[in-house]
């Protein structure tokens, strides 16, 4: 178990989270996608929770406002997908 990591803070991607999760740009790219933004531009913060969802604050208007999503069934946990013990 772990901790609910920032993805996106103040409208910026947390790099260092993203690699200590060994994630890149283009997965958090896809995953904002799917949760309706069109672009990384458009999220003022994101965060992985512990399982495996993510909570967004898209911006509108210049302010930003929550949308908080549940655990996505079709996502696949970093922690499965990369894990040696899921093979």
């Known amino acids: 178990m772990y901790l609910p990591t920032e993805l996106i803070a103040?409208?910026?991607?947390?790099?260092?989270?993203?690699?200590?999760?060994?994630l890149n740009r283009e997965w958090l790219e896809e995953q904002i996608k799917r949760l309706g933004a069109q672009s990384i531009h458009e999220v003022f913060f994101a965060e992985l929770q512990s399982d495996g969802s993510?909570?967004?604050?898209?911006?509108?208007?210049?302010?930003?406002v929550r949308i908080e999503f549940g655990p996505m069934h079709s996502f696949i946990p970093f922690w499965e997908k990369y894990s040696i013990y899921s093979r």
């Open 54 to 64: 993510i909570t967004l604050d898209k911006k509108s208007n210049g302010r930003p």
């Open 10 to 22: 103040d409208g910026k991607i947390v790099k260092k989270n993203l690699k200590e999760l060994q």
